[in-house]
Nanobody, 122 residues
C-alpha cells in the first residue's frame, strides 16, 4: 500500500508556472506508475500526465502537451508535475495517483492523494 500527499498548489497569473510535488510513503513506490489528474468544479476528473516506474516513459493529455512535464525521483519517493504557461482553464484540484500501468482512466489507479488546488487568474 502507498499513501500520497500533494503539495505546491496555489494562485498564479496566466502565463506563470507552478511545480507540484507528490510525496509517497511505503517501500514500493518504484513499482507503481504515477499519474496526475485534475478536476474542475462541475467537471469529471481528467487525466493530465503519467510517468512509468523508472521515469523512462511519459504520457500527457493533449491539453497540456508542451506545457507540463512530469518526472519522478524514486530515491525520494516523489513525483513532480512542472506546469508552465498556465492558462485559466488549468484551474482545478490536482491529484496524484498510483497504479499498475500507463493508463488514462481514473479507475485504473489504486491510490490517490487528497489533492491540491491550482488557480490561474486571467
Amino acid at each position: 500500500q502507498v499513501q500520497l500527499v500533494e503539495s505546491g498548489g496555489g494562485l498564479v497569473q496566466a502565463g506563470g508556472s507552478l511545480r507540484l510535488s507528490c510525496a509517497a510513503s511505503g517501500r514500493t513506490f518504484s513499482s507503481y506508475v504515477m499519474g496526475w489528474f485534475r478536476q474542475a468544479p462541475g467537471k469529471e476528473r481528467e487525466f493530465v500526465a503519467a510517468v512509468s516506474w523508472r521515469g523512462s516513459s511519459r504520457q500527457y493529455a493533449d491539453s497540456v502537451k508542451g506545457r507540463f512535464t512530469t518526472s519522478r525521483d524514486n530515491t525520494k519517493n516523489t513525483v513532480y508535475l512542472q506546469m508552465n504557461s498556465l492558462k485559466p482553464e488549468d484551474t482545478a484540484v490536482y491529484y496524484c495517483a498510483a497504479g499498475a500501468g500507463m493508463r488514462v482512466g481514473p479507475s485504473e489507479y489504486n491510490y490517490w492523494g487528497p489533492g491540491t488546488q491550482v488557480t490561474v487568474s486571467s
